[in-house]
Protein backbone atom coordinates (compact mmCIF):
# COMPACT_ATOMS: atom_id res chain seq x y z
CA UNK A 1 0.00 0.00 0.00
CA UNK A 2 1.23 3.72 -0.82
CA UNK A 3 1.56 6.38 0.94
CA UNK A 4 0.10 9.59 1.83
CA UNK A 5 1.41 13.00 1.37
CA UNK A 6 0.64 15.16 4.30
CA UNK A 7 -1.07 17.65 2.30
CA UNK A 8 -3.03 15.06 1.05
CA UNK A 9 -6.48 13.96 2.48
CA UNK A 10 -8.71 10.75 1.49
CA UNK A 11 -12.48 11.45 1.64
CA UNK A 12 -13.14 7.77 0.40
CA UNK A 13 -13.44 5.03 2.88
CA UNK A 14 -10.91 2.59 2.55
CA UNK A 15 -11.54 -1.22 2.71
CA UNK A 16 -9.40 -3.68 3.44
CA UNK A 17 -9.42 -7.31 2.77
CA UNK A 18 -7.70 -10.63 3.80
CA UNK A 19 -8.53 -14.17 3.82
CA UNK A 20 -9.37 -13.82 7.47
CA UNK A 21 -10.38 -11.09 9.81
CA UNK A 22 -6.73 -11.47 11.59
CA UNK A 23 -5.52 -10.91 7.73
CA UNK A 24 -8.16 -7.65 7.07
CA UNK A 25 -6.81 -6.30 10.84
CA UNK A 26 -2.86 -6.75 9.86
CA UNK A 27 -3.61 -4.51 6.61
CA UNK A 28 -5.68 -1.97 8.43
CA UNK A 29 -2.66 -1.35 10.89
CA UNK A 30 -0.10 -2.07 8.83
CA UNK A 31 -1.96 0.94 6.79
CA UNK A 32 -1.90 2.82 9.95
CA UNK A 33 1.67 2.55 10.60
CA UNK A 34 2.99 3.07 7.19
CA UNK A 35 0.49 6.49 7.21
CA UNK A 36 0.95 7.64 10.97
CA UNK A 37 1.92 11.10 10.33
CA UNK A 38 0.45 11.56 7.40
CA UNK A 39 -3.56 10.44 9.27
CA UNK A 40 -2.07 12.99 12.24
CA UNK A 41 -4.25 10.06 14.81
CA UNK A 42 -3.03 7.71 17.04
CA UNK A 43 -3.50 4.16 16.85
CA UNK A 44 -6.85 4.50 19.20
CA UNK A 45 -8.65 7.35 16.80
CA UNK A 46 -7.24 5.40 13.80
CA UNK A 47 -9.19 2.03 15.30
CA UNK A 48 -12.48 4.18 16.04
CA UNK A 49 -13.11 4.67 12.33
CA UNK A 50 -12.74 1.04 11.59
CA UNK A 51 -16.00 -1.00 11.02
CA UNK A 52 -15.76 -4.72 10.07
CA UNK A 53 -18.31 -5.99 7.84
CA UNK A 54 -20.91 -8.63 8.00
CA UNK A 55 -18.67 -11.19 5.36
CA UNK A 56 -15.66 -11.03 8.68
CA UNK A 57 -13.29 -10.82 6.15
CA UNK A 58 -13.15 -6.80 5.42
CA UNK A 59 -13.23 -3.94 7.29
CA UNK A 60 -13.53 -0.49 5.94
CA UNK A 61 -11.56 3.23 7.64
CA UNK A 62 -13.30 5.89 7.35
CA UNK A 63 -11.18 8.95 7.33
CA UNK A 64 -13.82 11.23 9.14
CA UNK A 65 -15.93 10.01 12.49
CA UNK A 66 -19.32 8.78 12.41
CA UNK A 67 -19.57 7.98 8.96
Known amino acids: ???LESAQVRKDPITFTGRTRSDAKR????YWFMNQASLAMTIREFSARLVLLPDGKSIVFYDSPGT
Do not use: C, I, R, S
Open 1 to 3: MGT
Open 27 to 30: KALN
